[in-house]
């Protein structure tokens, strides 16, 4: 049973307009989430997180938020770039931040 | 810095084969992880080890799989004898402390089990 799920294979997005990426998880202990972003080829590279503490966290025109009540994270991506396109992962881990749970990730396209 | 190095980068070969990918950390990092990556089930974490110690083994599918980590600057995950099913690409990542933000994944190792 997948712990973290993002229910959408794949999103196209027109090149400035906002990309959201959505991702659900069911354990109540997870703590802290994360998004990696991943290039045909390549490993996954970390992108933004946020702590349960948070609900919202921003870094440039990615921004991340946290709904712990619906067990719900969003990535939003504003402006949209050709160059965001590749695969979204939803990330989370407890408190020990050792192991980390991954969804099964999002394709994203921006279509210029 | 080289990043995280895999080898082979792809990996064909037939069942019942043993099959050895190699993983090399970020001097300096003191833990490695190994990730699997299919279609249906996404991003695994198999195994990961801490200071070269195996921490948490529970995501090895089966005992046809063995991660072992001699020394600081190497890693192998080993599949003997290897299945059709086996095929994915498997990840490497390293990290100076057990944080999730901190993993650093090499390029991957795309194994075929014919």
């Known amino acids: 049973d997948q712990q973290v799920k993002q229910n959408s294979p794949s999103l196209s997005v027109q090149e400035g307009r906002i990309s959201i990426l959505n991702c659900d998880y069911t354990?109540?202990?997870?703590?802290?989430f994360l998004w990696y972003k991943k290039y045909p080829a390549e490993g996954p590279t970390f992108l933004i997180s946020?702590?349960?503490?948070?609900d919202k966290n921003e870094d440039g025109r990615f921004t991340v938020f946290l709904n712990k009540s619906a067990k719900h994270l969003s990535l939003h991506i504003v402006p949209s770039q050709p160059g965001d396109s590749a695969v979204y992962f939803c990330a989370a881990s407890g408190t020990s931040y050792d192991k980390v749970i991954f969804g099964p990730g999002t394709s994203l396209s921006v279509i210029p | 810095d080289a990043g995280v190095i895999q080898s082979p980068r792809h990996e064909v070969t037939e069942m019942g084969q043993e099959v050895t990918l190699r993983c090399k950390p970020i001097s300096g990092h003191n833990s490695l992880f190994w990730y699997r990556q299919t279609m249906m089930r996404g991003l695994e974490l198999l195994i990961y080890f801490n200071n070269n110690v195996p921490i948490d083994d529970s995501g090895m599918p089966e005992d046809r799989f063995s991660a072992k980590m001699p020394n600081a600057s190497f890693s192998t995950l080993k599949i003997q004898p290897s299945e059709p099913r086996d095929s994915a690409v498997y990840f490497c990542?390293?990290?100076?402390?057990?944080?999730?933000?901190?993993?650093?994944f090499g390029p991957g190792t795309r194994l075929t089990v014919l």
């Open positions: 946020i702590s349960s503490i948070k």
């Open positions: 990542a390293s990290s100076f402390r057990l944080a999730p933000d901190t993993q650093y």
């Open positions: 354990n109540s202990m997870f703590d802290y």
